[in-house]
């Protein structure tokens, strides 16, 4: 049975703005306040609405004087008017008022947004309507009921058995770098090329990048998703710790606890038991503790327990929740940013009935909602704030990666949000061979690829090896507990391709901290989304899996490219990279690095060292040829070589100087088996 249809962005939370009026989506068109979200999907009991900057200043002064941040009623005459007639029992800022961050709140409007609280038996339509003519309120939004708040994994998780090791094994080279014993199961790290349909360098090229940075516990990463099992023995080292706590590793924003809840589960009428598996597998691609001799590795998980801090922000569960619950994900961005996070880690989404048709979905999507949102109000004010109080952050502003949804299959090139909206970082995903996972969602507003698994090539190996839910305490009806290897399994999904980014963001962040260097939210995102490799070359033909996939439909569609960790750590280290074809002698342009005139430089020749030649299985010499680099690469890999020449020699070619500048440039050569010009160093 096809899966519930994860379209994040049926709700279009950030589509049509318009001044003074808005159609709302299920009636006619509305004076006064802007109107926001959808009424059919619409959760009951709460409103949320943004005031005008009067009389939010206003009913601040008033909760200052009073000593009441919770209350039932605002303070201005009219808008209680309205409340009362309702019945409300509650009028709440939605993020709480702190001086300190005031100023900056201003700037995104966030500290405008209230919630509003009532009977779940009042028509909900009638309260934003009421609302909506009062003086002050700029903005009605009825928040979407979190029934539809889903993870963006396809299908369930398979625990890992010894026993299907023999189906089809996989190893990779990675294992050379750390002794974490399932390394050899992480194709996404570093792909040999020897599974089903698999390719050489179909991964993140994470061991290269490994030689250089491992991560670092100054970064903290937020994990907004279901609760991350903190005492997982191949997570609780880089498990980050509220400052003057000693137990808050995060918040339970799905019933208001500082106690995160991995215990509760519910029977799925398609895969049985589902456990809350998913926030731990997330987190451990990102920074499971690395050569400490126990499990997998983690992106930037460190060397031996020093890798990037994991801040577990769950608004994802299976027990008993409340109200509140209905704006976790924009609280979990407030206590992220407050709390020192500057990546925040996405890979959730919403779910509509299977009966809502492409043209259903597009005309939610351009018609009937505001631009003005709370949740977009605090994904910015996180963009923009994060890092900030850290005047040794590497990034002032924070990051928001999203995984881009996992029905590409069903709804084609369709736009998705929140992971459309343009300021964040959408993750679509391909398989071990550079080609897309079945189920990815794709179009011209994805920004990049990473792996997610694909388990319809491959069912054993296929998905993505990570760390999940091993609980004692937890009576598991799938048989993981006597698997051989307990705590670690496959799922594949975005969700899995989108912690790879935020896992290379985090390694790269920590580079940049250990190299002194510091960025705008801007500037990192450009140098992240061009440390990429070519897969439209890939996309050619069709591909067989659950469906019969035309990959010309995926062109361009896909990002940038597959995202390369090495290539990012080399921008931030400020070295060129080279992109070579594996198996033909070509011509590397150096017009890029030495200027127009690299063609009337003297080249002295090229510094290669016997490890790199035999990693690229580089034989023959590499020459120059009217200012360029001739090289023949006949294995997949990176290497670091250094070209010499002079200014004001001789003649061309290579030679003894005769007068005139030495010049010397340090080069990364990335050697795959396609390459075009996509990305780069900037």
Excluded at 79 to 87: K, Q, W
Excluded at 107 to 136: M, Q
Excluded at 139 to 168: C, H, L
Excluded at 524 to 546: A, P, R, W
Aim: overall charge negative; glycine content about 10%; charged content about 20%.
């Amino acid at each position: 049975m096809k899966r519930i249809l994860l379209v994040c962005g049926l709700l279009a939370l950030f589509s049509c703005t318009k001044d003074q009026t808005e159609v709302a989506s299920d009636g006619g068109t509305q004076s006064g306040a802007v109107f926001s979200g959808s009424l059919s999907k619409a959760a009951k009991g709460t409103v949320a609405v943004k005031l005008t900057p009067q009389a939010a200043a206003a009913v601040v002064a008033q909760q200052t004087r009073s000593g009441e941040t919770v209350a039932a009623r605002s303070g201005i005459e009219d808008i209680d008017a309205a409340l009362e007639r309702i019945g409300v029992t509650r009028f709440e800022r939605l993020w709480a008022y702190d001086p300190a961050w005031e100023d900056r709140y201003s700037v995104t409007g966030i500290n405008r947004w209230y919630t509003v609280y009532f009977d779940e038996h009042t028509d909900v339509a009638e309260v934003g309507k009421l609302l909506a003519e009062r003086p002050g309120i700029a903005v009605v939004q009825y928040p979407i009921d979190p029934k539809y708040r889903r993870v963006m994994k396809e299908g369930t998780v398979k625990p890992y058995f010894v026993e299907n090791d023999s189906k089809a094994n996989v190893s990779t080279r990675a294992v050379t770098a750390m002794n974490d014993p399932f390394l050899n199961k992480q194709w996404h790290y570093d792909n040999p090329g020897t599974g089903n349909k698999s390719k050489t360098g179909a991964d993140i090229n994470l061991t290269d990048a490994w030689s250089l940075c491992t991560g670092s516990s100054d970064i903290i990463v937020a994990v907004i998703d279901e609760p991350i099992y903190t005492e997982h023995p191949d997570l609780k080292a880089n498990i980050w710790t509220k400052p003057g706590t000693t137990s808050e590793h995060g918040y339970n924003f799905y019933n208001q606890s500082a106690t995160l809840d991995w215990k509760s589960s519910y029977n799925d009428p398609d895969y049985g038991m589902v456990y809350a598996d998913h926030g731990s597998h997330v987190a451990g691609v990102i920074a499971a503790v690395n050569n400490n001799g126990v499990g997998i590795g983690g992106i930037a998980g460190g060397d031996g327990g020093n890798g990037v801090k994991l801040m577990s922000c769950q608004i994802l569960g299976y027990g008993e929740n409340n109200i509140d619950y209905y704006y976790a994900d924009s609280k979990a961005f407030e206590y992220a940013l407050k709390n020192g996070a500057v990546i925040a880690q996405n890979s959730w989404g919403w779910t509509v009935s299977e009966d809502t048709t492409p043209d259903d979905n597009e005309k939610e999507w351009n018609y009937g909602y505001s631009n003005v949102d709370a949740l977009k109000d605090a994904m910015n004010t996180f963009i923009q704030y994060a890092g900030t109080e850290n005047p040794d952050s590497p990034i002032q502003g924070g990051l928001v990666i999203f995984a881009a949804g996992n029905d590409g299959d069903l709804w084609q090139d369709a736009k998705m949000y929140p992971p459309a909206y343009a300021p964040v970082i959408a993750v679509g995903a391909m398989d071990w061979g550079f080609q897309p996972a079945y189920y990815t969602c794709y179009g011209s507003w994805v920004d990049i690829t990473a792996p997610g698994g694909d388990q319809s090539v491959d069912y054993y190996n296929g998905g993505v090896f990570s760390t999940i839910l091993c609980d004692d305490a937890i009576n598991y009806e799938d048989g993981r507990k006597s698997s051989g290897s307990y705590g670690y399994g496959f799922m594949q999904g975005t969700s899995m391709a989108c912690p790879h980014v935020s896992g290379v963001a985090a390694l790269g962040l920590s580079y940049a901290l250990a190299k002194g260097k510091q960025y705008t939210v801007a500037e990192f995102k450009s140098m992240l989304l061009t440390s990429v490799n070519d897969i439209d070359t890939y996309l050619d033909g069709t591909k067989q899996s659950l469906t019969t996939m035309q990959l010309r439909n995926y062109r361009k569609q896909m990002g940038t490219g597959a995202i390369d960790a090495y290539q990012l750590l080399m921008q931030i280290e400020g070295t060129p990279c080279l992109k070579a074809k594996v198996g033909v002698q070509q011509q590397l342009s150096l017009d890029k690095y030495f200027g127009k005139a690299s063609a009337n430089l003297t080249y002295l020749g090229v510094e290669i060292s016997q490890a790199d030649r035999t990693k690229l299985g580089i034989s023959a010499e590499p020459t120059f040829v009217s200012g360029k680099l001739r090289l023949h690469c006949t294995k997949p890999g990176v290497a670091r070589i250094t070209v010499r020449a002079v200014a004001g020699g001789s003649g061309l070619g290579t030679g003894t100087s005769m007068g005139g500048m030495e010049i010397a440039k340090e080069f990364a050569v990335i050697a795959r088996a396609v390459q075009t010009e996509n990305g780069g160093w900037l």
